[in-house]
């Protein structure tokens, strides 16, 4: 496959390919300096968009696609047929094993498809249900059942626990041997062993391609590592200027004997946690133990809150207080609400909606707000954004305002399940390290989750850990410690 002068724009985002030639014996990865213009080179690799010109030159006629803009759409089909005011049950939309099929696949195929993604346990989980990593793992099942001669994968390791990381790692190597592979990534050692070349991205074009052993030693990852350190500084110094007396109430959080069970399962139970002021906790466990279901806990997002004993910030659930009662005191940044924010609001309106924790802006944001908006802008270097619609920005854009969003308005506490979901290299390593001086300087309390040994902060010493039981119908062991 080759292209040649190939140009496209679409919403806020630039994409041109002067000459880059993908040979039949090549695996290639793909590391952009910025996300904005990935998500878009996969839609156009894949054939979900037409570019505005230039030519693809021999293109496999069959190809697989993985990708978080993939995901978002399905999630879109999934909710326009929700059946739920019809039914006497919550429709948890279409099951793992009926989407897979749908993709095109057999029954003797479906059942390998199951087993090679590890789904075999979930193929009768509504797609609503799943988590971050579970649905990555559909996606990845949906792409293989088209039998793709070329198969191409966007952030692919992103949400998925250690365990399965390596799973995917073994499957992917296994995929190399019959069909050819393109992998974006904004992490330098997400690139497995049998990727040969490597293209290199700035912000809207084709800048390098080279072989694998070539970028291994390119001296620009230590250059963006200290470009995005100089970014974080700036950050963290807007937050502290505009930090707020601490008038909570400690403990911030209290849970006793906390349980959380579903029909066919308990999730966990026996849950005693308290969030003493000052306190950063990180939640470790796999994939579908129960992380998010926690944290869905203190938000108030989840209907089994109010049936535990849970204090959040002086205010007991079940005790009169509305949700948004407590919201107002909480950042989150999480795949779910990035899911759920599909209103096409301009990105000074997303971060504007960070005071008043609403998906959408539907009151005047205050001319101070508004100030402070645009400042945040500029810090995430998308001031000539500010009228652009939310869903015609990449999904790294997304990713950067909602955690703008989360920041602006100096939550008591900030929820973070694995905020880095989306980002370019620069951008992850700007967020990381801003979140590693905010936790240290306390300019909130941060709740993280992150699957990525790496993406440890060094200023979280509290722990959760989620341990699986020896009989899986009994849930997962919560165990809290402090370093």
Same mark, same amino acid.
């Given at each position: 496959?080759?292209?040649?002068?190939?140009?496209?724009?679409?919403?806020?985002?630039?994409?041109?390919?002067?000459?880059?030639?993908?040979?039949?014996?090549?695996?290639?990865?793909?590391?952009?300096?910025?996300?904005?213009?990935?998500?878009?080179?996969?839609?156009?690799?894949?054939?979900? +968009?037409?570019?505005?010109?230039?030519?693809?030159?021999?293109?496999?006629?069959?190809?697989?696609?993985?990708? =978080?803009?993939?995901?978002?759409?399905?999630?879109?089909?999934?909710?326009?047929?929700?059946?739920?005011? !019809?039914?006497?049950?919550?429709?948890?939309?279409?099951?793992?094993?009926?989407?897979?099929?749908?993709?095109?696949?057999?029954?003797?195929?479906?059942?390998?498809? #199951?087993?090679?993604?590890?789904?075999?346990?979930?193929? &009768?989980?509504?797609?609503?249900?799943?988590?971050?990593?579970?649905?990555?793992?559909?996606?990845? @099942?949906?792409?293989?059942?088209?039998?793709?001669?070329?198969?191409? =994968?966007?952030?692919?390791?992103?949400?998925? /626990?250690? @365990?399965?990381?390596?799973?995917?790692?073994?499957?992917?190597?296994?995929?190399?041997?019959?069909?050819?592979?393109?992998?974006?990534?904004?992490? %330098?050692?997400?690139?497995?062993?049998?990727?040969?070349?490597?293209?290199? !991205?700035?912000?809207?074009?084709?800048?390098?391609?080279?072989?694998?052993? /070539?970028?291994?030693?390119?001296?620009? =990852?230590?250059?963006?590592?200290?470009?995005?350190?100089?970014?974080?500084?700036?950050?963290?110094?807007?937050?502290?200027?505009? &930090?707020? %007396?601490?008038?909570?109430?400690?403990?911030?959080?209290?849970?006793?004997?906390?349980?959380?069970?579903?029909?066919?399962?308990?999730?966990?139970?026996?849950?005693?946690?308290?969030?003493?002021?000052?306190?950063?906790?990180?939640?470790?466990?796999?994939?579908?133990?129960?992380?998010?279901?926690?944290?869905?806990?203190?938000?108030?997002?989840?209907?089994?809150?109010?049936?535990?004993?849970?204090?959040?910030?002086?205010?007991?659930?079940?005790?009169?207080?509305?949700?948004?009662?407590?919201?107002?005191?909480?950042?989150?940044?999480?795949?779910?609400?990035? #899911?759920?924010?599909?209103?096409?609001?301009?990105?000074?309106?997303?971060?504007?909606?960070?005071?008043?924790?609403?998906?959408?802006?539907?009151? &005047?944001?205050?001319?101070?707000?508004?100030?402070?908006?645009?400042?945040?802008?500029?810090?995430?270097?998308?001031?000539?954004?500010?009228?652009?619609?939310?869903?015609?920005?990449?999904?790294?854009? &997304?990713?950067? =305002?909602?955690?703008?969003?989360?920041?602006?308005?100096?939550?008591?506490?900030?929820?973070?399940? +694995?905020?880095?979901?989306?980002?370019?290299?620069?951008?992850?390593?700007?967020?990381?390290?801003?979140?590693?001086?905010?936790?240290?300087?306390?300019?909130?309390?941060?709740?993280?989750?992150?699957?990525?040994? +790496?993406?440890?902060?060094?200023?979280?010493?509290?722990?959760?850990?989620?341990?699986?039981?020896?009989?899986?119908?009994?849930?997962?062991?919560?165990?809290?410690?402090?370093?």
């Amino acid at each position: 496959m080759r292209i040649k002068q190939l140009k496209h724009h679409t919403g806020a985002v630039d994409l041109r390919i002067d000459d880059w030639e993908l040979l039949p014996n090549q695996h290639w990865g793909v590391f952009s300096t910025h996300s904005h213009g990935s998500s878009l080179l996969v839609a156009v690799l894949a054939g979900l +968009e037409q570019p505005d010109a230039g030519d693809i030159e021999s293109k496999p006629e069959h190809i697989g696609c993985v990708s =978080l803009h993939e995901q978002q759409k399905l999630l879109d089909i999934e909710l326009a047929n929700d059946d739920t005011d !019809f039914m006497d049950r919550i429709d948890y939309g279409s099951t793992v094993e009926a989407l897979i099929k749908d993709a095109g696949c057999t029954d003797e195929e479906l059942e390998s498809l #199951l087993e090679k993604t590890d789904l075999v346990a979930l193929r &009768q989980r509504g797609f609503r249900q799943l988590s971050t990593g579970e649905t990555r793992r559909l996606m990845l @099942a949906r792409a293989l059942a088209t039998q793709p001669e070329l198969l191409i =994968l966007d952030e692919p390791y992103t949400g998925l /626990d250690i @365990a399965h990381r390596a799973t995917l790692s073994e499957l992917l190597n296994e995929l190399s041997q019959t069909m050819r592979l393109v992998i974006v990534t904004s992490r %330098e050692d997400e690139l497995p062993e049998f990727i040969t070349h490597i293209a290199l !991205f700035d912000e809207s074009s084709l800048s390098q391609t080279m072989t694998r052993n /070539d970028w291994l030693n390119h001296p620009l =990852l230590e250059q963006m590592r200290a470009l995005s350190e100089s970014r974080s500084e700036a950050l963290v110094e807007l937050m502290a200027s505009e &930090q707020k %007396e601490d008038q909570y109430p400690n403990p911030r959080v209290i849970m006793n004997d906390v349980s959380v069970e579903y029909v066919d399962a308990n999730i966990f139970s026996g849950v005693n946690w308290k969030i003493e002021a000052g306190q950063h906790w990180q939640v470790r466990g796999p994939n579908g133990c129960g992380k998010s279901t926690l944290l869905g806990l203190i938000m108030g997002d989840h209907p089994q809150c109010y049936s535990n004993d849970i204090t959040v910030l002086g205010m007991k659930r079940g005790g009169g207080e509305t949700i948004w009662d407590v919201k107002k005191h909480i950042g989150v940044v999480s795949s779910s609400l990035h #899911l759920q924010y599909r209103v096409n609001c301009s990105a000074l309106d997303v971060l504007c909606s960070g005071f008043y924790d609403s998906i959408g802006l539907y009151q &005047q944001p205050s001319a101070k707000e508004i100030k402070l908006a645009r400042y945040w802008l500029e810090l995430l270097e998308m001031e000539g954004l500010a009228k652009a619609g939310f869903r015609s920005l990449d999904y790294g854009r &997304q990713r950067l =305002l909602l955690i703008g969003r989360a920041l602006i308005k100096q939550p008591a506490l900030l929820i973070l399940d +694995e905020p880095y979901q989306g980002l370019d290299f620069i951008n992850r390593k700007l967020v990381y390290h801003a979140l590693n001086r905010i936790a240290s300087a306390n300019l909130t309390q941060l709740l993280y989750v992150t699957h990525y040994e +790496e993406d440890a902060l060094s200023s979280i010493h509290h722990f959760v850990d989620f341990v699986a039981n020896d009989d899986p119908a009994e849930g997962y062991q919560v165990k809290i410690y402090q370093d």
